[in-house]
Antibody, heavy 116, light 106 residues
Framework: QVILVESGGGAVQPGGSLRLSCWTSGFRFNNYVMHWLRQTPGKGLEWVAVIWNDGSKVSVAETVKGRFNISRDNSKGTLDLQMNSLSAEDTGVYYC?????????WGQGTLVTVTS | VIMTQSPATLSVSLGERATLSCRASHNVNTNLAWYQQRPGQAPRLLIFNAYARATDIPARISGSGSGTNFTLTVSGLQSEDSGVYFCQHYNKWPQYTFGGGTKVEI
């Protein structure tokens, strides 16, 4: 059974930072491309970042480029998202998901609230 | 690529059929997926490659279309089919975009 569990969300002030983590089980983590997506009040569902199964290739959306960084630890089966210079527009639920182009499995999400 | 879904809300009765539309601003071939999101839950993959059902998705849920026009049909509606349905294209890696969703009320 594929399980993805996000953590690390919470309230942060504008300009602040958060690090999200995604813990996985039930599949061979190092075989799969992994993503972060978010669902915000302003833009709905939005793809955020992707990392190749061996970590050799990453890509982030233009809206977060230079502020967010995706990484993974294949020895632990974990996926991270380092988020810096956060603004109100980054408020939303953040999901990790498995898949190359379509998202086959999702975590339950973690809520990030950027507010002063 | 901008994905536009219609209608925004669809009210249907139990046992009836729901037809949801998704339109892409540019040709995405058949690189399209559909998801269902129930309240308080993450989206769940229903359809990929425009018409292929994901694991454990019943045959009463079907997808069709190619290019810029796509349809999701849910037949014999059950209470568990309520929620918001999203389409997503993946024609250009990794610039994936989602539609705004159609809320299905039963």
């Amino acid at each position: 059974q594929v399980i993805l569990v996000e953590s690390g969300g919470g309230a942060v002030q504008p300009g602040g930072s958060l690090r999200l983590s995604c813990w996985t089980s039930g599949f061979r983590f190092n075989n799969y491309v992994m993503h972060w997506l978010r669902q915000t009040p302003g833009k709905g569902l939005e793809w955020v970042a992707v990392i190749w199964n061996d970590g050799s290739k990453v890509s982030v959306a233009e809206t977060v480029k230079g502020r967010f960084n995706i990484s993974r630890d294949n020895s632990k089966g974990t996926l991270d998202l380092q988020m810096n210079s956060l603004s109100a527009e980054d408020t939303g639920v953040y999901y990790c998901a498995r898949g190359i182009s379509r998202f086959e499995y999702w975590g339950q999400g973690t809520l990030v609230t950027v507010t002063s | 690529v901008i994905m536009t879904q219609s209608p925004a809300t669809l009210s249907v009765s139990l046992g009836e059929r729901a037809t949801l539309s998704c339109r892409a601003s540019h040709n995405v071939n058949t690189n399209l997926a559909w998801y269902q999101q129930r309240p308080g839950q993450a989206p769940r993959l229903l359809i990929f490659n425009a018409y292929a059902r994901a694991t454990d998705i019943p045959a009463r849920i079907s997808g069709s279309g190619s290019g810029t026009n796509f349809t999701l049909t849910v037949s014999g509606l059950q209470s568990e089919d309520s929620g918001v349905y999203f389409c997503q294209h993946y024609n250009k890696w990794p610039q994936y975009t989602f539609g705004g969703g159609t809320k299905v009320e039963i």
